[in-house]
């Protein structure tokens, strides 16, 4: 027992051995791989959930599991790289197999009739504002935009419209949705709809 006292330089007592720095001290963690692949799958299909949400869909998946919702929310951002985010609406109609072979057309198009965008093109565009009910912000990756589709967008209230080119803004207007009036076509019995404008 000197002896051995003798070789650490009195540092160590024999039949103790020094812990190393590294040592996992405290109990395990409670929260397994599995269990980060699970919530990262729960956000990219709900995107617009509340941590409270994300807590009690994991207690019904892992039955026994016992976590405070605090707990839920840092391990969200600690090991699933979540952040909240303000969100995006995207139809879901946008990025449908109809909508891609429409775009393939147009452009086809555009190559026929020798378009060029920075000569011969101008961009109408349209951008409405609409009341929309839902959450402004959703969860998403670190370096990723909080993206949320919607059956549609409904409640359009204002529409701004410009009209641009290479060269800049040729003109820029705004419309309110307003109420129809009818008016009869010259020389038939035809009638179509005028909506105010202001």
């Known amino acids: 027992m000197w002896n051995e006292l003798d070789e650490s330089g009195g540092k160590e007592l024999p039949g ?19 269990y980060t692949q699970f919530l990262i799958e729960y956000i990219d299909s709900n995107a617009t959930s509340t941590v409270d949400l ?16 605090n707990a839920v929310y840092k391990h969200m951002r600690t090991k699933c790289n979540l952040f909240l985010k303000r969100a995006k609406t995207l139809r879901e109609e946008r990025d449908s197999d109809t909508t891609i072979r429409k775009r393939k057309l147009y452009i086809e198009k555009c190559k026929e009739n020798n378009v060029d965008y920075q000569k011969n093109y ?43 080119s290479s060269a800049g803004i ?8 307003g109420v129809y009036k009818k008016r009869k076509v ?6 179509v709809k005028n909506r105010k404008r202001n």
Request: aromatic share 6%; charged share 25%; glycine share 6%.
């Open 16 to 34: 103790f051995k020094k812990s190393s720095k590294h040592d996992n001290r405290g109990r395990p963690p409670i929260l397994i791989e599995e």
């Open 54 to 69: 994300a807590h009690d869909e994991s207690c019904k998946a892992f039955p026994g599991l016992r976590i405070s919702v």
């Open 122 to 164: 101008v961009f109408i565009i349209e951008a409405g504002f609409n009341l929309h009910i839902m959450r402004n912000r959703a969860w998403a990756s670190k370096n990723k935009p909080a993206k949320v589709k919607v059956p549609t967008q409904k409640g359009t209230s204002i529409t701004v419209m410009g009209c641009i």
């Open 170 to 177: 040729i003109d820029i207007s705004k419309r309110h949705t």
């Open 186 to 191: 010259p020389g038939t019995s035809k009638t």
